[in-house]
C-alpha cells in the first residue's frame, strides 16, 4: 500500500507564525492565549503543556501585568485597548493577511460613514477573525453567511464588500452577484479571500481523486477543515474525516493500493506524519 501526504496540506503561513512565537514566549514562562491558538485540540494540548494557558474574553479583561498572545485570527481594537490599561504585554501573532484586510474594512468604515454607506463582510458569525474584523467599524458592519442574509443590506445605501479571509471563493462571488442585484447603489467589492487556502480547493480535488482512499485531518473547530473535507468528499467518496491517528481503523483503508492523507490549514504535520506511519504499520 502507498501512503502519501499531500504537500499542499498542514499549517499556514499565519498559523506557523503563530505557534512559532507560542514556543519562543514559553521558553520565558507561562503565557495566556485568547481562544485556542489554532482549530486543533491536539496542537492545543501540546502547547499547553509547555505553558500555554487558553482563556476567553471574560478572563483576559481582569488579567494584569502578565503576557498574552494575540492568535492568528487577529482581535478587534478593544483587545488592545484592554491590554495597554491593564499593563497587558502583547504578544502579537496577528496574521498579516488579516492585519491588511483590518486596516482596509477600517478605512472602508471611516470613509463610507459620512456619506451614509455600509460595509458588509461574507463570513462565520462570531468566528474569531469576523469578530476582529466587525470591531473595525465600530461593531457596525453587516455579518451576512448566506444570501438569505442580504436582506439585512439596505439596497438604498453604497456598500462596500469584504470576505473573512478563509471563505470559500466560489461563495464570495456569489453573494458579490446577489449583492450587486439587491443594491440600488453602488457596489464596491474587495475579494480578500486567503490564496492560501482557496488555492487548495483544485490542489485537493486532484489530490483526492488519484488515491482510492483520502484520510482528511482536521479539528472539529475549523471551519476551514469542515470546507476542504466537503470538497474531498466530492472529488473521492471513500473519504473520511478523522482528528488524529486514534480515529483512523483498518476498515478505513481496506482492499486500498493508494491512500492519501490531507488535513486543513490548522493541522499539524506531526498528526499526518502519525496517521501516515500507523496506515503503513497496520
Known amino acids: 500500500m502507498r501512503v502519501e501526504i499531500d504537500e499542499h496540506s498542514g499549517f499556514c503561513f499565519g498559523v506557523v507564525n503563530a505557534i512559532r512565537k507560542a514556543e519562543q514566549e514559553l521558553a520565558r514562562g507561562e503565557l495566556y492565549c485568547i481562544g485556542d491558538i489554532v482549530h486543533n485540540s491536539l496542537e492545543v494540548e501540546r502547547l499547553e503543556q509547555q505553558g500555554l494557558r487558553t482563556i476567553d474574553h471574560e478572563v483576559f479583561a481582569g488579567l494584569r501585568d502578565c503576557r498574552v498572545l494575540f492568535r492568528a485570527h487577529g482581535e478587534p481594537p478593544a483587545s488592545y485597548e484592554t491590554a495597554r490599561r491593564n499593563g497587558v504585554e502583547v504578544i502579537d501573532a496577528s496574521c498579516p493577511v488579516v492585519l491588511h484586510l483590518q486596516g482596509q474594512i477600517r478605512e472602508a468604515y471611516e470613509r463610507v460613514?459620512?456619506?451614509?454607506?455600509?460595509?458588509v463582510i461574507y463570513g462565520?458569525?462570531?468566528?474569531?477573525e469576523v469578530v476582529?474584523?466587525?470591531g473595525q467599524t465600530n461593531g457596525e458592519a453587516i455579518v451576512v453567511e448566506d444570501e438569505e442574509d442580504l436582506e439585512q443590506v439596505d439596497g438604498g445605501r453604497k456598500t462596500v464588500l469584504f470576505s473573512q479571509t478563509t471563505k470559500s471563493l466560489e461563495g464570495f462571488r456569489r453573494i458579490a452577484e446577489a449583492l450587486r442585484e439587491r443594491c440600488k447603489e453602488e457596489v464596491e467589492v474587495h475579494d480578500t479571500i486567503c490564496r492560501k487556502v482557496a488555492n487548495r480547493i483544485p490542489q485537493l480535488r486532484e489530490f483526492a481523486g488519484r488515491h482510492d482512499v483520502v484520510i482528511f485531518v482536521s479539528g472539529e473547530k475549523s471551519s476551514n477543515g469542515r470546507q476542504l473535507f466537503a470538497?474531498?468528499?466530492?472529488?473521492?467518496p471513500r473519504s473520511y474525516f478523522v482528528r488524529g491517528a486514534e480515529d483512523v481503523t483498518a476498515g478505513m483503508t481496506a482492499g486500498a493500493e493508494s491512500v492519501g492523507i490531507s488535513g486543513a490549514t490548522s493541522t499539524p504535520r506531526w498528526i499526518m506524519e502519525n496517521i501516515q506511519h500507523q496506515i503503513e504499520t497496520q
Open 231 to 236: 470538497v474531498c468528499r466530492e472529488a473521492n
Open 124 to 128: 462565520k458569525r462570531g468566528h474569531a
Open 132 to 134: 476582529g474584523l466587525v
Open 113 to 119: 460613514k459620512a456619506i451614509g454607506g455600509q460595509v
